[in-house]
Nanobody, 118 residues
Framework: VQLQASGGGLVQAGGSLRLSCGAS????????MGWFRQGPGKEREFVAG????????YYVEDVKGRFTISRDNARSTVYLQMNSLKPEDTAVYYC????????????WGQGTLVTVSS
């Protein structure tokens, strides 16, 4: 599966951005899609995930109520709507796909930079 992320940019604190991730290839094998991020000097962390068929969503505690993950199966695209952005949300955001039997995300997009100014 090939993944193409887009939508990053510079936004002021309190603002919003919507990230998109288009998938191509063996889409029928996807179990879940997720968004991860890696901030300056930090390790990559999970942000949000969504099951490809049932649409169940889950989030890291820090973004609950601010971020919304959604999918459009017809377009093979996953979105991350980010509201009430904070400077600590500044990071490179990656989308990933899980096609495994053990829940591992094995396919990764190239990342899109989100910068939140204070």
């Amino acid at each position: 599966v090939q993944l193409q992320a887009s939508g990053g940019g510079l936004v002021q604190a309190g603002g919003s951005l919507r990230l998109s991730c288009g998938a191509s290839g063996r889409i029928f094998q996807i179990n879940r899609m997720g968004w991860f991020r890696q901030g300056p000097g930090k390790e990559r962390e999970f942000v949000a995930g969504i099951s490809w068929r049932g649409g169940m969503t889950y989030y890291v505690e820090d973004v609950k109520g601010r971020f919304t993950i959604s999918r459009d199966n017809a377009r093979s695209t996953v979105y991350l709507q980010m509201n009430s952005l904070k400077p600590e949300d500044t990071a490179v955001y990656y989308c990933a796909a899980d096609r495994s039997s053990n829940g591992a995300y094995g396919d990764w997009g190239q990342g899109t930079l989100v910068t939140v100014s204070s």
